[in-house]
């Protein structure tokens, strides 16, 4: 089918990751949710949804992971511990249909949703929040990514 331009709104587009993500790391067997992540951790993007419009065509969405800001290292259980905080905290804004605090850059019109999820081990916190952008007409990136801690303590107004 071919790839016109698809307008989706950013609560649409989450909507979408926030179910496949779920599906993805809480709805099968762990052993399967281990696999990607390993493979998302060796900075592999992997084909992660379809978006499909009838009248549109679809939207093709990989997934990856920047993990260069966690502070320590990053195992699976951490991974989704942070996953779930997050996911979480994007079903609150959804469901209660509360603004999901998105910033657009401008030139490229890549999506970051800042709805952190966030853990903390021992003394350590880790913050990470979901972004999108346009690779080509219909195909997306889908980009799970880790904050530095110490800027969102800082801009949280959160003691060091």
Do not use: W
Not at 9 to 25: R, V
Not at 38 to 51: K, Y
Not at 133 to 142: A, D, R, T, Y
């Amino acid at each position: 089918m071919a790839y016109n331009e698809i307008s989706l709104t950013p609560e649409k587009i989450l909507t979408a990751i926030h179910q496949q993500l779920n599906i993805q790391f809480f709805g099968t067997q762990k052993v399967e949710s281990k696999q990607m992540f390993t493979r998302l951790n060796e900075g592999r993007a992997l084909p992660f949804l379809q978006i499909s419009s009838a009248e549109q065509g679809e939207i093709i969405g990989h997934l990856a992971l920047d993990h260069s800001e966690f502070v320590g290292r990053l195992n699976f259980s951490q991974f989704r511990d942070c996953l779930a905080a997050h996911l979480n905290h994007v079903a609150r804004k959804l469901n209660n249909k509360e603004g999901l605090n998105v910033f657009t850059e401008e030139q490229t019109g890549a999506l970051l949703f800042n709805l952190p999820g966030i853990i903390q081990t021992e003394e350590q916190i880790n913050v990470m929040v979901c972004g999108v952008e346009q690779m080509k007409p219909g195909h997306i990136l889908i980009k799970l990514m880790f904050l530095d801690p110490v800027q969102f303590q800082q801009a949280a107004g959160l003691e060091t």
